[in-house]
């Protein structure tokens, strides 16, 4: 292989490194280990690592979306003489950091056909101008669980349907893993129109949109609500934190509990991420199997 091959072959992976990088600011990922996929290189420049069981996910039943093999449980370290064990802090107190009391989520009697009423042929932020259809929330009205996202993209603003894309598909599987079917759950987004380029929705766009959302929330009273990805999260909880801080630990948003994870479309970007996001599921599932009425 020549220098100017290896040359244009260094290139391309910087390129993608920056824009891989790029994405993850998009999506307010603060920290992250960098992963590198190489072309084929000279053995001397080879850089890729092995197929992990996560990247080959779409070749696994759904309840294996996630699982891997049993990993050794690692043992606690004994303190040195004198040195007094710290006690792990427990979830809530991890939360209190975050967030302050929130009042209890008043009753509603309205329905989702009279919100989507108000919403009508919206025309309150800019985004309307661009879109194709307006998105609404999907699924059971009485469901004990919801997803909520960003906005929609390309295909939901096709199809009016939130959640239908390559993104939406892995959600679907996602559900299905922890034991619910997708027509069982609510999903929806804080903004219906589709951002221009799938950018985030910028803060009069969200504010336009949000208290229809907050209305549905108050109307289906879910048990639990999984909050995806950081501008959804920050949008929902009013915080400051990045998605990374903030994921796996349970929130609450007026008594309903709210549990952080990361987007699926930011999933099929780094299929790393898919065990943090399986531990956080997990979580998920067992508060709901642990509080049935």
Known sequence: MTFESISDELALLAAAARQHTVYLQELGVETFQGQVVSKRTPSTLRVSSPKTRAESVFDQPPKQIFERAPQ??????????????AAPKPDTLFSSIFQTPQEPLPKSHETFEQIW??????????????????????????????????????????????????????????????????????????????????????????????????????SARPEVIVVMGNTAMKNLLDIKEGITRVRGQFQDYKGIKVMPTFHPAYLLRDPSKKRETWEDLKKVRDYLDNNES
């Not at 004994?78 to 064990?85: D, E, H, L, Q």
């Not at 996602?174 to 910028?202: Q, T, W, Y």
């Open 72 to 85: 050794p449980v690692p043992t606690a370290r004994t303190p040195a003489p004198g040195v007094i064990a």
């Open 117 to 218: 009423a108000d919403v009508g042929a919206c025309t309150r932020c800019p985004l309307s101008a661009g879109r194709t259809h307006i998105v609404h929330t999907e699924g059971n009205r009485k469901a004990r669980l919801m997803f909520v996202g960003e906005a929609p993209g390309a295909d939901e603003d096709a199809q009016a349907r939130p959640f239908v894309g390559r993104a939406g598909q892995l959600l679907t599987k996602i559900i299905e893993a922890i034991g619910f079917k997708r027509e069982d759950v609510l999903i929806g987004n804080i903004n219906r129109c589709r951002p221009p380029a799938n950018r985030a929705p910028l803060p009069d766009e969200v504010a336009a949109c949000k208290p229809f959302m907050l209305r549905e929330i108050a």
